[in-house]
Antibody, heavy 123, light 107 residues
Framework: DVQLVESGGGLVQPGGSQRLSCEVS????????MHWVRQAPGKGPVWVARINHDGSSTNYADSVRGRFIISRDNAKNTLYLQMSSLRVEDTAVYSC????????????????WGQGALVTVSS | SYVLTQPPSVSVAPGETARIACGGDNIESKSVHWYQQKSGQAPVLVIFYDSDRPSGSPERFSGSNSGNTATLTISRVEAGDEADYYC??????????FGGGTKLTVL
């Protein structure tokens, strides 16, 4: 089975920075687009960012654009989310997820998710 | 930006059929995907491209999309189907958009 394991969560002060990692296994990482999605406590998923298979194209939700950076290291099978200028409202479980494929091309649904890493922004 | 609207809750007795709606402007022009999230667990894809089932998703799960409403239908509901369900589409301005979720309660 596909595995995605997030790490790097924790408590951070408002205005601070945090980097999340997502180590994947049991699939060819470099073939897939990847996403970060977050869920505030008791709320539904909210899309955060997306990166294409080789890292040459990214996109961000308006709420994080300019503050978060998604990147990947295909040699290390790892996805990253660098978060800066963190706000209280960024408090959430952050999950990495693999984009599905349709006719061997990237599709806009998520076929595998990690369990997530909790980021708490509080003073 | 595009908005997906789901009822907060749906209740159904075991063995009955549950229908969870996902409303959006002309949603039939978009591909709708559905996720199941059980308490404390990661979301799991149960329907993609309106009505396709990924491997591992029970045949009891089906989907449809017409007009302004997409529907996830769960036949012969079991206690283990109790979960939150989210619809999702892609939009040019916002990439992935999720509905607010529907809590399915099995009575």
């Amino acid at each position: 089975d596909v595995q995605l394991v997030e790490s790097g969560g924790g408590l951070v002060q408002p205005g601070g920075s945090q980097r999340l990692s997502c180590e994947v296994s049991r699939f060819t990482f470099s073939n897939y687009w990847m996403h970060w999605v977050r869920q505030a406590p008791g709320k539904g998923p909210v899309w955060v960012a997306r990166i294409n298979h080789d890292g040459s194209s990214t996109n961000y939700a308006d709420s994080v654009r300019g503050r978060f950076i998604i990147s990947r290291d295909n040699a290390k099978n790892t996805l990253y989310l660098q978060m800066s200028s963190l706000r209280v409202e960024d408090t959430a479980v952050y999950s990495c997820a693999r984009a599905g494929l349709r006719h061997d091309s990237p599709a806009y649904y998520l076929d595998s998710w990690g369990q997530g890493a909790l980021v708490t922004v509080s003073s | 930006s595009y908005v997906l609207t789901q009822p907060p809750s749906v209740s159904v007795a075991p063995g009955e059929t549950a229908r969870i709606a996902c409303g959006g402007d002309n949603i039939e022009s978009k591909s709708v995907h559905w996720y199941q999230q059980k308490s404390g667990q990661a979301p799991v894809l149960v329907i993609f491209y309106d009505s396709d089932r990924p491997s591992g998703s029970p045949e009891r799960f089906s989907g449809s999309n017409s007009g302004n409403t997409a529907t996830l239908t769960i036949s012969r509901v079991e206690a283990g189907d109790e979960a939150d369900y989210y619809c999702q589409v892609w939009d040019t301005s916002s990439d992935l958009i999720f509905g607010g979720g529907t809590k399915l309660t099995v009575l």
